[in-house]
Nanobody, 125 residues
């Protein structure tokens, strides 16, 4: 059973930082993509950061230079470091993972079927 369990402090003032964690279990594929999604009030779901098994990363324009995605393979934990937060970053954040076949795509174009439970991040001005 694939499980993704998110944790992290979910409230901060504008200009501050937060780190979200996503512990992954039951996911044995060596070839995979992992991603952080978010959905803010009245907004569509947005993929904000992606990381592939070979270390390739990509970011949405809205978070470039402020957010960093990383993975601790030994601990099987995905992280999202969020700096210089602003009110527009307020959203429900989800981690997700997907195994890959022999074709290695850009993770931003991958469909995801394994999701975490979601963590509310609220940034106050």
């Amino acid at each position: 059973q694939v499980q993704l369990v998110e944790s992290g402090v979910g409230s901060v003032q504008a200009g501050g930082s937060l780190r979200l964690s996503c512990a992954v279990s039951g996911f044995t594929s060596i070839r995979h993509c992992m991603v952080w999604f978010r959905q803010g009030p009245g907004k569509e779901l947005e993929g904000v950061a992606h990381i592939r098994f070979d270390g390739e990363t990509s970011y949405a324009d809205s978070v470039k230079g402020r957010f960093t995605i990383s993975v601790d393979n030994a601990e099987k934990t995905l992280y999202l470091q969020m700096n210089s937060l602003n009110v527009e970053d307020t959203a429900m954040y989800y981690c997700a993972a997907e195994p890959l076949g022999w074709i290695i795509p850009l993770c931003a174009n991958q469909n995801y079927n394994n999701w975490g439970q979601g963590t509310q991040v609220t940034v106050s001005s």
